[in-house]
C-alpha cells in the first residue's frame, strides 16, 4: 500500500491526527500563514470526502480535535485573564468552539458554492472569496476584533505587501488560494495513487499478433489536461506573482539623517521603582513625571502605557495636568494613559455620572492638544466595569521646528519655518480592527498605541495587530505595553521588531519623508467592504473571460496568441509531470518507440 493511498483506507485516522497536529502550530495567538495553508488545505480536503458521503461524525470529530489544539494553544493566555480560572476556562472552550465552526462552516459553504458554478475559474476562487468574506465579517462583528480569526500576522513572506493594498482581507484570500492549489494537487495525487496502484497495461499495451513475428507496442492517447488542472495551475501562478513585488519593493526604513527625511524623537516612559532590583509597587505618577522629564533632552513625544495612572475624584485630572504642564519642554508631549470616574453627564449622552472610562490624553506646554477614549473594551474584564466611547480617532499635527543643524529656511518654508507630523492614537484593543483609522482624511506619520496586557504571548498578538495597522495605513506606531511580559517598540514603515520585553523607558530617533506623503494607502481609502468586493470580482472573472473568448472567436493575434501559447506551455508542463509522477509510482522504464 503506497503512501498516497493511506488517507483514503484509513480517513479518519489520517485527518483527526493532521488537523491536531496542524491546528496547534496554526491557531497560535499569533497565527504564521505556512501551517495555516498547511491547516485549511487539509480541511478542504476532507471536506471532499465529508460532504457528499454526509459523514457528519468525521466532520464533529475534526471540529473537537481542532477546537481542543486551539484551546491548548491559547490555554495559558487565558487561564487568568477573568476573574476566575473556571470563568477563564469556559469562555475559551466556548470561543474556541464557536470559531472552528465557524472555519468549517466557510469551507462547507465553499464547498457548495464550487459545485453551484460550471466556470472552472469561479469554481477556483470562490473558496478563496468565500474564507476572506467570512472572517472580514466576524472581525466586523466580534468584540476582540481579528483575535478570534484564522488569520495569519506572522510569517507573510512576500504577501506582506498586500496589506497595504487590501489589509488582512488579502491575506486571508491568500491563504484560501493557496489551501486550492495544494488541495486540489494532493486530492490528484492521491486519487491517482489508488486508481494506478499496480496497473502496468495503463500505460503501454501490447498487441502479440498470432504469428508471432513481431511485437507492436502501442501507447495510448492520454486525455488533454482538464479545466480544473489548467485554473489550479493558473491559481498557482498568480500566488507567485502577487510574491514578486516584494522583491522589488523597499522595506528599509528611512534613514534618520538625510535631506529628504525629517528625524524626531519617541520615547516609552515606563519607570521601575524597585530597590536591589525587585519592585516595590506599582509606578505612581510621580514616578511617570520624573521618567518624563528625564526623557525630554531625547524625545519630542513620550508616551505612557494603558491605564497608567488613575484618577477618581473630580477636578483630580485637571489639576494634576495643570501642576505637570510647567515642566514639560516647549515643543514636547507626554502622551498620558489614564483611568477616571465620570462625575457628570456627557452632553451626548455617552458618559453618565459614576462611570469609568480609559482615555489618553496629550499634554504639552501650553495644555492638552489632544485626547482620546479607548473604544473597544477587554469583554467582561473590561465591559462591566468601563464605558466605551464612540468617537473615532482624529489627527494632531505637530509643528517640528528646525533642528541646531539646519538654518529654518532650509528646514521648511516660512512663516512658521517648521515641519508638520500628523499624529493620530488608539489603544491596545481598538487595534485588532482594521477599521481604527478608517474616518482619518489623511495618513498619520504616527500612530500612539498605549496598552496594557496579562501575558507575553497576547503581548506578542497585539504587538502583531498594532503592527498590522501601521502597514495598512502606512504609518509607523509607537507600541508602549505596560503589562507583565509586554512587549514595546516601533512597527511600520521597515520597522519590524519590537525593542524591548517588560518595563524600562527607552527612547529612539525614527525618521519620516519629506515632504511628507499624506495620501492614504489604498486599503485605507477604499477598507474591507470594498476589498471583499474585489475578492468576489475575482470569482467573477471566468464569466469575464468566457465572454471575451467569445466575442474573439477564434482569432489568435495578439493577446489571445499569448494566450494559447501560455496554455499550451502549461498542458505540456503538466503532461509531464503527471506522466513523470505515474512513471514514478509504477517503478517502470518506458521504452522509446519509433
Same mark, same amino acid.
Given at each position: 500500500m503506497s503512501l498516497a493511498s493511506f488517507p483514503v483506507r484509513h480517513p479518519s485516522t489520517v485527518y483527526l491526527s493532521l488537523g491536531l497536529a496542524l491546528a496547534l502550530c496554526a491557531l497560535t495567538p499569533t497565527p504564521s500563514l505556512p501551517p495555516l495553508v498547511l491547516l485549511v488545505s487539509l480541511l478542504r480536503l476532507q471536506a471532499t470526502t465529508v460532504v457528499p458521503r454526509r459523514d457528519w461524525k468525521g466532520a464533529i470529530g475534526q471540529v473537537g480535535c481542532v477546537s481542543l489544539a486551539t484551546g491548548v494553544a491559547h490555554a495559558a493566555a487565558s487561564i487568568h485573564a477573568l476573574s476566575t480560572p473556571f470563568t477563564s476556562f469556559v469562555v475559551l472552550a466556548a470561543l474556541s468552539c464557536i470559531t472552528t465552526t465557524i472555519g468549517a462552516g466557510s469551507i462547507a459553504a465553499g464547498y457548495y458554492a464550487e459545485r453551484s458554478s460550471q466556470r472552472p475559474w +469561479?469554481?477556483? +476562487?470562490?473558496? /478563496? &472569496? *468565500?474564507?476572506? *468574506?467570512?472572517?472580514? &465579517?466576524?472581525?466586523?462583528?466580534?468584540?476582540? @476584533?481579528?483575535?478570534?480569526?484564522? !488569520?495569519?500576522? =506572522?510569517?507573510?513572506?512576500?504577501?506582506?505587501?498586500l496589506r497595504q493594498v487590501g489589509g488582512q482581507v488579502a491575506i486571508n484570500w491568500v491563504v484560501a488560494a493557496w489551501a486550492v492549489v495544494i488541495a486540489d494537487v494532493a486530492g490528484a495525487w492521491i486519487i491517482g495513487s489508488d486508481a494506478d496502484s499496480g496497473s502496468v497495461g495503463q500505460l503501454v499495451d501490447v498487441d502479440l499478433p498470432g504469428n508471432g513475428s513481431h511485437v507492436s507496442p502501442t501507447t495510448r492517447t492520454r486525455p488533454p489536461i482538464s479545466p480544473k488542472t489548467r485554473n489550479t495551475l493558473l491559481m498557482a501562478g498568480t500566488l507567485l506573482a502577487l510574491a514578486v513585488p516584494s522583491?522589488?519593493?523597499?522595506?528599509? /526604513?528611512?534613514?534618520?539623517? &538625510?535631506?529628504?527625511?525629517? /528625524?524626531?524623537?519617541?520615547?516609552?516612559?515606563?519607570?521601575? /521603582? %524597585?530597590?536591589?532590583?525587585?519592585?516595590? @509597587?506599582?509606578?505612581? $505618577?510621580?514616578?511617570?513625571?520624573?521618567?518624563?522629564?528625564? $526623557?525630554?533632552? %531625547?524625545?519630542?513625544?513620550?508616551?505612557?502605557?494603558?491605564?497608567?495612572?488613575?484618577?477618581?475624584? %473630580?477636578g483630580e485630572r485637571e489639576a494634576a495636568l495643570e501642576k505637570m504642564r510647567p515642566q514639560i519642554a516647549n515643543g514636547t508631549y507626554y502622551g498620558i494613559g489614564f483611568e477616571e470616574v465620570v462625575h457628570s453627564d456627557s452632553p451626548d449622552g455617552v458618559w453618565k455620572a459614576g462611570m469609568r472610562r480609559n482615555g489618553l490624553v496629550l499634554l504639552g506646554w501650553e495644555g492638552v492638544v489632544y485626547e482620546y477614549y479607548k473604544r473597544n473594551l477587554v469583554p467582561i474584564a473590561e465591559s462591566f466595569s468601563m464605558t466605551p466611547s464612540n468617537e473615532k480617532p482624529s489627527l494632531f499635527t505637530l509643528e517640528l521646528p528646525h533642528p541646531k543643524s539646519w538654518t529654518a529656511p532650509a528646514w521648511a518654508s516660512g512663516p512658521n519655518f517648521t515641519r508638520p507630523i500628523?499624529?493620530?492614537?488608539?489603544?491596545?484593543?481598538?487595534? =485588532? *480592527?482594521? !477599521?481604527?483609522? &478608517?474616518? $482619518?482624511?489623511?495618513?498619520?506619520?504616527?500612530?500612539l498605541a498605549p496598552a496594557r496586557t496579562w501575558h507575553p504571548s497576547i503581548g506578542r498578538a497585539m504587538w502583531e495587530q498594532a503592527k498590522a495597522r501601521a502597514e495598512e495605513t502606512g504609518s509607523m506606531v509607537l507600541w508602549c505595553d505596560g503589562g507583565a511580559g509586554g512587549v514595546s517598540g516601533l512597527a511600520g514603515r521597515g520597522l519590524h521588531a519590537f525593542r524591548q520585553v517588560g518595563p524600562g523607558s527607552w527612547a529612539q530617533t525614527v525618521s519620516v519623508p519629506w515632504p511628507f506623503d499624506q495620501r492614504r494607502t489604498a486599503f485605507a481609502a477604499a477598507g474591507t467592504s470594498a476589498a471583499v468586493v474585489v475578492t468576489w470580482g475575482v470569482a467573477g472573472m471566468g464569466w469575464m473571460a468566457v465572454a471575451v473568448a467569445g466575442q474573439a472567436g477564434g482569432r489568435k493575434r495578439g493577446v489571445g496568441r499569448a494566450a494559447a501559447t501560455l496554455t499550451g506551455a502549461l498542458q505540456n508542463a503538466a503532461a509531464f509531470v503527471r506522466n513523470f509522477g505515474h512513471r514514478e509510482r509504477t517503478g517502470e522504464e518506458q521504452r522509446l518507440l519509433d
Open positions: +469561479t469554481h477556483a +476562487t470562490s473558496f /478563496p &472569496a *468565500t474564507w476572506a *468574506t467570512t472572517w472580514a &465579517a466576524i472581525e466586523r462583528f466580534s468584540p476582540i @476584533g481579528q483575535l478570534a480569526t484564522w !488569520s495569519p500576522v =506572522t510569517n507573510l513572506g512576500g504577501y506582506a505587501w522583491y522589488v519593493l523597499s522595506d528599509l /526604513p528611512p534613514p534618520v539623517s &538625510a535631506p529628504d527625511v525629517t /528625524p524626531f524623537g519617541v520615547a516609552c516612559a515606563m519607570p521601575y /521603582p %524597585q530597590h536591589n532590583g525587585r519592585l516595590t @509597587g506599582p509606578p505612581s $505618577l510621580k514616578d511617570y513625571v520624573a521618567e518624563s522629564k528625564a $526623557l525630554q533632552s %531625547q524625545a519630542k513625544i513620550i508616551l505612557w502605557p494603558e491605564s497608567a495612572v488613575h484618577f477618581i475624584e %473630580q500628523d499624529i493620530t492614537a488608539s489603544i491596545c484593543l481598538d487595534l =485588532t *480592527t482594521a !477599521s481604527s483609522f &478608517a474616518d $482619518l482624511p489623511s495618513r498619520p506619520a504616527l500612530i
